[in-house]
């Protein structure tokens, strides 16, 4: 029997890291010194992800995957020239990836680190190159930072709730800065002036510019380096954010210059980061290898004609970011856990409550995934209690909200609003470069569909809402779409396939759409990105964003897609239409990476030749973080009542 594509490049991988290091043999295991320690100091964890040596062969098995799905990532040309406001995120992807691919590196780490770093500050949380690898550690201090008004004069701040938040990571975390006498506690609430040596608005800017990613607009990045609540794992959970739980263990302290609370002096603090481990269990670094970075059996993608198992699971599309800090979650403190009696409908993302006075109901819809039909039931009890007990007004909160499945959006979307509406999503289309022809002509030469593959024509709609037929070619002939000097084929114009729903959705809006508001902190994300987009440029929603640096524009949304696939999806794609050995399908991956990307464009309807990604829309409403609001949902909401209703 012949061995399976992932235990082959297992084997091979791991013959090629042993023959390197024939050549140098280090006096000591670095990988070994911190094994099976929950968190270890940086700079240790940061000599074992550098132990594995540069590696030519892996360079070029992972750069002609990365160029290959970047032929098939919509808005490479829009790159070129990122339009305004998103200009920062101008990038030549070409000829990124040709440098890279050049480029000799001195360890393995660093060379998957520059194409992390680079397909990052693309800004486009859809298409990331994430080395599964050496992201298994994420550097956390015990120090958080917001920005907050007090007395009509926003600053940085320690998060006050610090002696709260902190001891939730366990005692594995603080007993570290117990033994060394480092004293965290005291620097809760503490106004930070400078990070770095710089100021601590500008070391936000600088953060948001080059580790954040995920999001274009420059504004809604810097929302991401603070601290926020969030719904992590069906509960509430509070973020350490960018700038105090960065990706990659490669600090062992943050330098600050602050005033302690009921102080006047300012003074300098080192504070220590502590590396959380977030990877497959080791003993060594052969073993670390093996569990972390060699190709496994979900690296790479399968022939669903071959794979009976997995043939009558339904395929529902996805636009999500995947965000890392989940991996060491923690929940929000007690204290800031909204203690209103919870309305129906609360037990998946989704968490509802009515306010004092029996006016205003809320939805916090922390994200579009988990249950696919749990979520339209949630949203039906929910909206039956409020109806029921009176409520006429609806407060939706999308903080973090990370994006889903698309239907769900646009189910959210169509109960709102009625299904008078009709179509309750927008215009989408495809790249149709030659692979992706070659792959779409051949489902239908296979007679492949829907359950099988997303580039069969049965997932699709004309605009007209007729399901194209099984054996359709959108992509013959493309459509030129002409940016920045380049054509691009395209797919013809076409819409998802959501209903019918699991659910019954009403002919009507169950509230006025003029008293239903979205409030959020931006970072909203893919279908997030969607359903609010949805929610403003068809009935003008209120939309309130809290946060931000101080008179810094900021959009209400963060990047907004159409359908992602990750790079096992797109391989499934390629390996079920037989085309695995065209010339043009990239090989499978021989290490455990992903590299995703956004494959389908969402048309505004303000603009219908502007993907809703790069319509710059501001919010109505801007306002603030507070010590009262930013760990605290329940103040938000009741201040957002105040504000937004009349």
């Keep these: 029997m012949s061995p399976s594509p992932a235990r082959f490049a297992l084997t091979f991988v791991a013959g090629l890291i042993a023959t390197s290091n024939v050549l ?65 995120s101008t ?42 690898c050496y992201t298994t550690f994420q550097n956390l201090l015990p120090a958080p930072v917001v920005t907050l008004e007090e007395n009509g004069v926003q600053n940085v701040f320690i998060v006050p709730d610090l002696v709260e938040f902190i001891p939730l990571l366990g005692t594995a975390f ?20 400078e990070i770095e040596g710089v100021d601590a608005y500008a070391y936000a800017d600088k953060i948001a510019s080059t580790a954040s990613g995920n999001y274009l607009d420059h504004g809604v990045r810097v929302n991401s380096v603070f601290s926020s609540y969030r719904i992590s794992a069906n509960d509430f959970s509070q973020r350490f954010g960018d700038i105090a739980g960065p990706a990659f263990p490669d600090k062992d302290t943050l330098t600050m210059k602050i005033i302690a609370v009921n102080s006047t002096k300012a003074e300098t603090v080192k504070i220590p980061f502590l590396a959380n481990y977030l990877g497959s269990p080791f003993t060594d670094k052969a073993s670390f290898w093996d ?4 190709a496994n059996e979900e690296t790479n993608g399968v022939d669903l004609r071959s794979s009976a198992s997995l043939r009558g699971q339904v395929k529902r599309a996805k636009a999500e970011i995947v965000d890392k800090d989940p991996g060491s979650a923690v929940g929000l403190p007690g204290p800031f856990i909204p203690n209103l009696p919870p309305a129906s409908g609360n037990s998946g993302v989704i968490k509802s409550f009515i306010l004092p006075g029996n006016k205003t109901g809320v939805m916090f819809v922390g994200s579009f995934g988990g249950d696919f039909n749990l979520f339209q039931t949630d949203t039906v009890a ?19 909200n990370g ?14 609003a009625g299904a008078k509406i009709g179509y309750p999503g927008f215009q989408t289309t495809s790249r149709a470069n030659p692979l992706a022809q070659k792959i779409l002509a051949s489902d239908i030469a296979l007679g492949n569909n829907d359950f099988i593959t997303f580039y069969s024509s049965d997932n699709w709609a004309f605009l007209n809402d007729t399901q194209m037929p099984l054996g359709f070619n959108y992509n013959d002939p493309s459509v030129s779409f002409k940016i920045n000097g380049r054509n691009d084929p395209e797919s ?67 990047m907004a897609g159409n359908q992602v696939l990750e790079w096992s999806d797109l391989d499934t794609e390629i390996k079920t239409a037989g085309v695995k050995d065209d010339p043009l399908a990239p090989p499978d991956l021989l290490v455990n990476s992903n590299m995703r990307h956004n ?48």
């Design 24 to 88: 140098a043999v280090p006096s000591a295991d670095p990988c070994a010194k911190i094994s099976g320690q929950p968190f270890v100091v940086p700079s240790d964890a940061l000599a074992c992800l550098k132990s594995f040596p540069f590696n030519r062969t892996l360079q070029d098995n992972v750069m002609t995957v990365v160029s290959g799905v970047f032929d098939f990532f919509t808005f490479e040309d829009w790159y070129f020239t990122s339009p305004p406001p998103f200009q920062e």
């Design 91 to 132: 990038s030549n992807i070409p000829a990124q990836l040709t440098k890279i691919k050049r480029t000799t590196y001195k360890t393995d780490y660093d060379f998957n680190r520059d194409l992390y770093d680079f397909t990052t500050q693309l800004n486009d949380g859809h298409t990331r190159y994430f080395p599964n």
């Design 174 to 193: 603080t007993s570290f800065f117990d033994k060394i006498g480092f004293n965290w506690q005291r620097l809760a609430g503490a106004k930070v002036l």
């Design 291 to 294: 569990a972390n970075c060699a």
């Design 382 to 400: 929910s909206i039956q209690k409020f109806k029921q007990s009176g409520v006429t007004r609806l407060i939706i909160d999308l903080t973090n």
């Design 403 to 416: 994006g889903g499945f698309v239907c769900l959006g646009q189910f959210l979307h169509q109960y709102l």
């Design 492 to 558: 013809i114009r076409f819409h998802d396939i959501c209903t019918p729903f699991s659910v019954p959705v009403p002919d009507d809006p169950p509230f006025d759409l003029s008293n239903v508001v979205i409030v959020g902190n931006a970072d909203c994300a893919s279908t997030c990105a969607m359903f609010s987009t949805l929610m403003f440029e068809r009935h003008q929603t209120k939309i309130a964003i809290f946060g931000g640096k101080p008179g810094l524009p900021m959009e209400y949304k963060g």
């Design 599 to 646: 494959w389908r464009i969402a048309w505004s309807f303000l603009n219908e030749n502007n993907p809703i990604a790069y319509q710059s829309e501001r919010p109505q409403f801007r306002f603030p973080y507070t010590k009262d609001t930013y760990n605290n949902p329940q103040n938000l909401w009741l201040f957002a009542e105040s504000k937004l209703f009349p």
